[in-house]
């Protein structure tokens, strides 16, 4: 049975970011659950989720956090599985709290990091993952690489045909 | 009795910037007890000292950490002793990852964070703290402002004495 | 008698983010006295009001301040109370400006810093540090954690319930 | 058989700080190829060894840069294989450069970034990858971690009791 | 003939910010041709666009993008021709990724970057460049710089005549 | 006569924040004279009015830019006279960048800087220094000073009375 | 008679830097008076010091700090006389701290800020705010300049007689 | 007769860092000459520099400068030359100072900004801008880039015959 991915963040706040992580795993067709689980406000429950990910079937794990983001490294130290950090855009310092706090991993526990509020990306990522011993997903990520080449040459055909004003004009 | 100083940090490494929380304590005669204790390598025995920390004795806690600083956030998780925080330069990033690792935590779990390698006065915190409820402590405070007071003054006295040059030359 | 917060800011447009304080204590049962005292426009009342802070019964004191924000650090400067700083942002540096002026405190004087606008922690904080005291106030902070995690909690069994979708949906 | 790590850098300068992801793939029994290949002055070269990556074997690409960071992205354009990016510090910015350039990838195009000169934990991180689909490499990690915490464990034995003092000594 | 400049982005989004180059090169009657073409998403017509630059009668290629903005960089690995980067600010990071992606090129492979959003001095510099060989386009330019200086000594003089708050009133 | 002062910047589009130092200065009796003048469109004529201050009649001069903000420095390159330096917030850099062009001045010619956006400041700078040889204008400074104070006052006594509800209420 | 200019520093440690301002004053014929006083160690006398500097003859401030770098806006709430900051890199945030602490002043109290470690030119400023004043002294910062401008003359004579290479030999 | 490259700098202790730009033009076969000339210590010759470079058969212009660098842009005030901006690292700011002094200049004056340091880069760029109308010119550029990717070829080859031991020993 293919792998699914486990998806957290720490506050419902960051859901608005986090279900773009959901939509790629939907683009290309990857399981998935959603959990609300704070490293700092239930920090025993949150290991617990991570120690038992990969026995329930996960390959994978994003976290989502903002501020000083310690969700994704909390999950990290709990199981080998990849996990996947999320650094949230949540105020004054636009992000660059998570980023630094989520990336600076110390030697033994890495965390794979992407760009702030790149929940979308992460989705990808986890796919990616799960397709380097799932052929079939690493098919469907192929064939969506194409789409997505396809898409930016149909763009710039339009551009072509409508000049910059034309294509401007359209798209508001 | 009077209460105890924690000071945890998750490596070796970090011990040469944390003995200053050990000689400001020591200098105000608060006990402390020094252990290491990563919040990724051996996250259960760190979530148990914390949650430990108040029984043991223990009126403070002091965590220093460099990088993606999680132990004084993770410590602070499982307990309601006060956490100082001591972000560690360690790197390329100059201890500003750990700081904004260490003092954006979310709204409901504060860390009293200090300066970067501001282990020293995170012992001078801890005290400060401890002699809300201990005067002869609150004295011993208000004798070491007065000392440091004190050596200001003489440092301008010998200046006034010696000229800028005269007082640069004795310093070398 | 329990002892008291004091909440001191340099201008009344920090009002609106410093009583997150005020509800953090309230929260938690811990009295405050809220003042407007600038350290640069009135400087020596700002001072009185540190030296007398033991004095009149408070145990800690909070401060809030943007910018060049100086007035943890000169409160600090007049009592061995712990001061706990909030830094506030205030303009287009975004409080990184306010952060640094306030956590980078020089060697003998330590401010408790908190995150950005993080009035509500900073009130948190000051419970904790009270706490270390009270143990009745050690024990409704136990309470309070214990809400906050099962809202956490409750919040996850939602998401279980509705989906990301419906979850969003309900929130809007 | 098992899948191997493909390692790229674009200058023999980084050698230096990507040994650490050869270190890493070692402990843990990994296979990988170690190559240099600038994005910038044989790009056609570097394209064709991302292009051709999962059909040799590959199961995971590890890329270091410094500066403008592109060699990890640029790699990441042309396979669906994970891509992970370690921002090495080559100078004046310190490694931000090279972290912004590599962390912010645009949607559809993930890399997994580690930290500043992480070269250790982006080998660790690809075998977790492959251990995703390899029970033996995740039997591995898990002895690793273990070995990992009985490491600190020892340091805080060691620590309690040489006391502070003792056990710097001992490490000059 | 005269030559062109040609001008690229990686997504139709970036259009905005990009005609302003468009505008630059109307303004000095330089002739050119706007692409949509993703250093990510079609990597190969992206460098067949450059390779075939020169060949196609451009003298200069401008190109935008935001976050790990490689699009410049890997234009320039397959050209030449001088390439103008334009840092966009697309996100949290306010164009500084963008900036430090572009700008910190290795050795060997420059990119001549102007300020974030200026697409239009990117405009005016590929002007410049194409001016040193082309003394009509050269003369342009110094009228274009001297109906700036006059639209300045224009607005000074309305000042001295309306005063701060007059000049203030008209403008709104 | 008593001296008056200077206030240039280089676009019409910060006058809205330059008005704050023609404000300053009329709260203090100051005479003053605003120009618009570009270092990089019209440097000439930027040139002479630098050259030309001292002798007619100016004993300071205001400065405000953004962005690479080069005007302030390069009228301290003219003239002897102090030179106060207001950055301003122009974009996505928020004035950082011109905070730094402005305040990082080479040995031998220093610019005055104040806080981003904080042209009232540099008013009541520029009257400071002028009070230096001005009695008159020193003890307006010192009514100035008392004024603020009674405001602070004012507003701390009125929260005593109305309570943070009361007086939030009251302000909006 | 001629004013003279106070310089402050809170700790010796900060005498090697700012004894440039000395330098500077020396070059100009400028007489002053070096103290050490901490605004947070020894609050009253700093405070004092401001207080009394006006009626002790001096026409301006330069204070130097680092860290969360109070000095120069404690000394500025308490003298109307002009106070010039220098921001001192004194550790691992490499003095952006100390400028931001020191330039980021509120509305009603300004400092004029130098660079950082740019103690030099803050005795120059400090000349030429008492230059406004005393045209003696404004025809000695006149000869500075003339003097200044020579010596790159004479360097750049040295370059062309050399060349590069017999040039930079030639230095070291 | 081909065009030359003017090469200028405001200090002396710059040339160490700018005499990669000759050495970039001496590879490249392209004359050029340097000068010393500050902005702000010898405005007015400076700017004469300026204006005269393209009648005494300069095509573009190189300045590098450290700090508040304004050297580029006042030069670009002065001329329609390309000019290309190195950012320097000349003290605590590292160098982001004299980028963003650099890089951000407004409309109308673009400054080709290359790497902090990258003077070797703005000797190629100023090449690549001569070569749009130098055949000759353009041919040796292409032949440099087949020499450096030859480079990269030959050290990849290496690194596979010694392994990343043996390559790391014979390096050192």
Chains 1, 2, 3, 4, 5, 6, 7, 8 share one sequence.
Do not use: W
Not at 116 to 135: F, H, K, R, S, T
């Amino acid at each position: 049975m293919s792998k699914r991915v486990l998806i957290l963040m720490g506050s419902d706040s960051d859901l608005k970011i986090m279900k773009g992580a959901c939509e790629a795993l939907e683009d290309l067709g990857v399981g998935y659950e959603v959990r609300i689980s704070s490293a700092h406000r239930v920090p025993d429950k949150t290991a617990d989720l991570a120690k038992g990910a990969a026995q329930r079937g996960f390959g994978a794990i994003i976290a989502g956090a903002g501020g000083a983001a310690h969700l994704p490294g909390v999950l990290a130290a709990h199981t080998t599985l990849p996990v996947i950090g999320v650094p949230i855009d949540t105020g004054s310092l636009r992000g660059v709290d998570a980023l630094y706090a989520i990336v600076q991993m110390p030697k033994g526990i890495p965390v794979a990091t992407v760009a702030v509020n790149g929940a979308y990306n992460a989705g990808l990522l986890a796919a990616q993952i799960l397709a380097v011993g799932d052929e079939a997903l690493a098919r469907r990520l192929s064939e969506y690489r194409a789409k997505m080449a396809a898409q930016v040459e149909e763009k710039d055909a339009d551009l072509q045909k409508l000049g910059v004003e034309g294509y401007l004009a359209r798209r508001s």
